[in-house]
């Protein structure tokens, strides 16, 4: 493993109209960390997550993938990329999971597993459902691989999502408040995955509301309020000697 | 999550299932009267009334049935090619496109079709015979025709239509589902290829069997400009054999037999799609 950092985030703003979400933000996963996002509502977290695989365009700033920045040009004082070919490239992986799963209803799980790998890597079918199989085993899906997602529970679906990034052996995975629309019940076992792949050493950014679970897997964590960093720090540090007074209130809050 | 109870989607079911399923259903008591007084009404009509027209008339009738069956097929195929530009670009399309998308639509489906039938088969008939130069082109022995016309009028006239169910139909898939396919890295093509169209076109495959009935039943317009359909090959025999009523219901029978097979084969092909939520 190099010691490259696998995504790096260089002062981005981010302006919707004239409301700067994002003012300023700056953040290092290197190869194995595990970065949790937390703060309120409105403080930019998925804003920022969504940036680095540029579904949402920055106002200024930069983004590297693994040493690699977006190619970026200005139109008429807005940002946007200026080479679709590399932010397709990039994308590919950069899995994303969503909060609202947003599994492709028209296929199967397994079909939803292997779409990427088959349609925008470019590895065989029976490749790609070798290693579907496998990473739907993984995720504890195995026996579903040919139901449709809306067969499947919430966590199931998921579960499914995450399989879907795992398929695509990504750089880092991209976790947009993942359990957030889930029933209680039905949490956990989400978690338990994302428990799992983090202790593999996968590079992860996770934006979540689940503090217990930030303090248990996170290698770093960012508050981030109202567009900036307000601190950062071990997970130990953040949950267990907060300075800033606003974090200190947001952890009374959550907990 | 709506809280409403959704019935669920019935899986796809085999043909064998479909069919016994619909014997099962044939059999309550109200159904066999109906189907015996229906029966009975048949068999009055063969006894009693005039068929003796019918074989003289049988390959004149067949070839009538190819004409509308042509026409209603290849209206339907090059009216839905057309109908995918015309709702995507309602969708996503800069103004200009979208304004002339809307207006199409709208001027087609706000006027009748057999204005448009003659607008199109008498109006632009007569302009292209002001062209003598179009008349040495391999164009013409098209253009001297009244089919080629019949079958422009009918493929806007389904364009325009199923262009408004596919503008509804695109607007309709969630958003998170593009987001997701542009998120793993597909381009802008592949997202509509893998996941946009096919969406959109499950979603709109019921309305697509009433559009597709519908247009079975525009064909006999076709008739007022000369084409042969099976509308026009009856007329001649009411024409030549002074009756009214067996050719007449002649053709009843035939259009509700094509309309049942369509509706039959549609509805089979929506229980085979992957549609769930």
Not at chain 2, 181 to 200: D, E, L, Y
Request: aromatic content about 8%; proline content about 7%.
């Amino acid at each position: 493993m190099t010691d490259q950092p696998a995504i790096q985030v260089e002062d981005l703003h981010k302006r919707f109209g004239t409301v700067e979400v994002l003012k300023g933000v700056s953040l290092t996963a290197r190869p194995g960390d595990v970065v949790a996002v937390i703060g309120g509502s409105g403080s930019g977290k998925s804003t920022m997550l969504r940036c680095i695989n540029l579904l949402e365009t920055p106002s200024a700033g930069r983004i590297s993938i693994k040493g690699e920045a977006y190619e970026m040009r200005s139109v008429r004082g807005e940002m946007e990329p200026a080479n679709r070919k590399q932010v397709q490239r990039i994308r590919a992986h950069l899995g994303m999971v969503f909060q609202s799963f947003n599994l492709w209803p028209h296929r199967t799980v397994l079909g939803n597993v292997t779409e990427v790998p088959i349609h925008v890597l470019g590895v065989k079918r029976a490749e790609a459902e070798a290693r579907a199989i496998a990473v739907l085993e993984r995720v504890g899906l195995g026996d579903k691989r040919d139901a449709w997602p809306a067969q499947l529970s919430g966590g199931q679906q998921q579960r499914c999502a995450i399989a879907r990034v795992l398929a695509v052996e990504p750089t880092a995975m991209l976790f947009d408040e993942p359990t957030s629309a889930l029933d209680p019940e039905l949490v956990n076992e989400v978690l338990s995955v994302i428990r799992d792949l983090a202790s593999e050493k996968r590079t992860m950014i996770l934006v979540t509301h689940e503090m217990a679970f930030a303090r248990d897997v996170a290698t770093h964590v960012i508050f981030l309020r109202d567009g900036r960093i307000e601190e950062e720090g071990p997970p130990e540090q953040i949950f267990g000697a907060p300075r800033s007074p606003h974090l200190q209130q947001f952890i009374r809050s959550v907990a | 999550m709506p809280d409403i109870d959704i019935p669920a989607r019935p899986t796809p079911a085999s043909p064998a299932r479909i069919l016994a399923r619909g014997v099962r259903g044939l059999m309550m008591p109200h159904r066999i009267a109906m189907a015996l007084v229906a029966l009975a009404g048949l068999v009055a009509m063969v006894l009693m009334m005039d068929w003796s027209w019918l074989p003289a008339y049988l390959p004149r009738l067949w070839a009538g049935l190819g004409m509308t069956l042509a026409m209603l097929g290849a209206s339907v195929v090059f009216g839905f090619l057309i109908a995918l530009p015309l709702g995507v670009a309602q969708v996503i399309g800069p103004r200009p496109l979208r304004w002339l998308a809307l207006g199409f639509c709208t001027v087609i489906r706000g006027t009748p079709l057999l204005l448009q039938l003659w607008l199109i088969y008498f109006g632009l008939g007569s302009l292209f015979a002001q062209f003598p130069e179009l008349r040495e082109t391999w164009l013409w022995p098209y253009l001297r025709q009244a089919w080629p016309y019949g079958l422009f009028a009918l493929t806007i006239s389904f364009a325009a239509y199923q262009g408004e169910v596919m503008r509804g139909a695109f607007a309709g898939v969630p958003y998170g589902e593009l987001e997701a396919a542009r998120a793993f890295g597909m381009s802008r093509g592949k997202v509509f290829r893998r996941v946009w169209f096919p969406r959109a076109l499950y979603r709109a495959l019921p309305t697509l069997s009433g559009e597709i009935i519908l247009q079975l039943k525009s064909t006999p317009l076709l008739a007022t400009i000369t084409v042969t359909d099976l509308y026009a090959v009856i007329t001649r025999v009411r024409q030549a054999t002074f009756l009214t009523y067996e050719p007449l219901l002649f053709l009843v029978a035939v259009y509700l037999c094509l309309s049942a097979v369509l509706i039959g084969v549609l509805r089979w092909m929506e229980t085979r799609v992957p549609q769930h939520g």
